[in-house]
């Protein structure tokens, strides 16, 4: 008489695979949704402009950040009217 093997139940690399795609779509969702909302309310930072050498530093002194504040300032004016 022959004998019927139940199938083999998945390995352990199979279900982290899966596990881990779960996990990337549900973060993907969550900046979609995060990014929505932030996009509607209008609560998003509005710096636009972005230096590639120098904005990876704060500013130091403090008519730096207020020459960045009021760059963001009248950023976010211009993009309300």
């Known amino acids: ?23 990337v779509a549900a973060v993907v969702v969550a900046m979609v949704v995060v990014g929505g909302a932030t996009r509607i309310t209008g609560s998003g930072l509005s710096i636009t402009q972005w230096d590639l050498i120098s904005g ?4 130091s002194s403090h008519s730096e950040w207020e020459r960045v504040f009021g760059r963001r300032h009248n950023i976010a004016w211009s993009t309300a009217a």
Not at 1 to 22: E, Y
Not at 56 to 59: K, N, T
């Open 1 to 23: 008489m022959t004998t019927i093997k139940p199938w083999p139940r998945p390995d352990q690399s199979a279900k982290a695979a899966g596990l881990w795609l779960v996990l």
């Open 56 to 59: 990876v530093f704060p500013p």
